[in-house]
């Protein structure tokens, strides 16, 4: 049974950091790019990072750009998210998402929620001033 269990979200201040991570079972988890999302309340949920299946290929939402940092570890089946430098804007509940899709034509399109077919439960983020 394909799994995605997210981990790490936590309330901090503005300018802290947080590590986040999403274990993975029951697919071949080489062979699927995966991207975080996070959704505020009220509002769309978005992409802010993606990474291919060889962990080359990154791209982030431009507000993260510079502070978010997408990793994976392939050996274990884990994906990460590094986030520094936290803004109140930032606050969300965090989603580890999966895609069997391998054609990107363009970066943009690995933040697309529509390419993703597996989600996990989510990780609550609060970023205070």
């Known amino acids: 049974q394909l799994q995605l269990v997210e981990s790490g979200g936590d309330s901090v201040q503005s300018g802290g950091s947080l590590s986040l991570s999403c274990v993975v079972s029951?697919?071949?988890?080489?062979?699927?790019?995966m991207a975080w999302f996070r959704q505020a309340p009220g509002k769309e949920r978005e992409g802010v990072g993606a990474?291919?299946?060889?962990?080359?290929?990154?791209t982030y939402k431009d507000s993260v750009k510079g502070r978010f940092t997408i990793s994976r570890d392939n050996a274990n089946n884990m994906l990460f998210l590094q986030m520094n430098n936290l803004k109140p804007e930032d606050t969300g509940m965090y989603y580890c998402?999966?895609?069997?899709?391998?054609?990107?034509?363009?970066?943009?399109?690995?933040?697309?929620?529509?390419?993703?077919?597996?989600w996990g439960q989510g990780t609550q983020v609060i970023v205070s001033s």
């Open positions: 998402a999966a895609t069997s899709s391998q054609y990107f034509r363009h970066d943009r399109e690995m933040l697309e929620r529509v390419r993703y077919n597996y």
């Open positions: 029951g697919f071949t988890y080489t062979t699927y790019y």
């Open positions: 990474i291919s299946d060889d962990g080359v290929r990154t």
